[in-house]
């Protein structure tokens, strides 16, 4: 696979009509190690935004989805964390604001489920998404460069 965004057309946090079609077309599949599951990864497009140096990612990985907002003129960030629960729904695990440069790191559970850690770095102008956590006896565990060099 190669490491170009293969994004035909952005999509927007506001056009909730064709939002399946529109992840299909546009998200970038990676491999995880150790689980026979494949991760997600799409840049959404915030039609409200004023600065371009804003963007935001949406990451799938197995049962947890996160929102990643980035300032590239501050390297400020936001990260999201949701968790898609078995038979109950989907529950906010996290949403903190943080420096790239300094790293952000999340523990994550949820009781008898879920437990490990996400984060998001930057590493040599590249922007690192790493994980860390096992739901019930599956492990997750990676990285994958959301952005840069």
Same mark, same amino acid.
């Given at each position: 696979?190669?490491?170009?965004?293969?994004?035909?057309?952005?999509?927007?946090?506001?056009?909730?009509?064709?939002?399946?079609?529109?992840?299909?077309?546009?998200?970038?599949?990676?491999?995880?190690?150790?689980?026979?599951?494949? *991760? =997600?990864?799409?840049? !959404?497009?915030?039609?409200?935004?004023?600065?371009?140096?804003? +963007?935001?990612?949406? $990451?799938?990985?197995?049962?947890?989805?996160?929102?990643?907002?980035?300032?590239?003129?501050?390297?400020?960030?936001?990260?999201?964390?949701?968790?898609?629960?078995?038979?109950?729904?989907?529950?906010?695990?996290?949403?903190?604001?943080?420096?790239?440069?300094?790293?952000?790191?999340?523990?994550? *559970? =949820?009781?008898?489920? !879920?437990?490990?850690?996400?984060?998001?770095?930057?590493?040599? +102008?590249?922007?690192? $998404?790493?994980?860390?956590?096992?739901?019930?006896?599956?492990?997750?565990?990676?990285?994958?460069?959301?952005?840069?060099?």
């Amino acid at each position: 696979m190669s490491n170009s965004r293969p994004f035909d057309e952005t999509p927007t946090l506001d056009d909730p009509n064709n939002v399946l079609e529109t992840f299909l077309r546009t998200a970038e599949e990676f491999e995880m190690d150790g689980v026979d599951e494949k *991760g =997600y990864i799409m840049q !959404l497009k915030d039609n409200n935004a004023k600065d371009a140096s804003n +963007k935001t990612f949406k $990451i799938s990985i197995g049962p947890i989805e996160i929102i990643l907002e980035i300032n590239f003129s501050t390297w400020s960030a936001s990260l999201k964390i949701l968790f898609k629960v078995p038979l109950d729904g989907v529950v906010t695990l996290a949403n903190v604001v943080g420096n790239l440069k300094e790293g952000i790191e999340v523990k994550i *559970g =949820y009781p008898k489920i !879920l437990g490990g850690t996400i984060g998001v770095k930057l590493v040599d +102008k590249a922007v690192i $998404i790493y994980w860390n956590f096992h739901v019930f006896t599956k492990t997750f565990k990676g990285e994958k460069k959301i952005f840069g060099n």
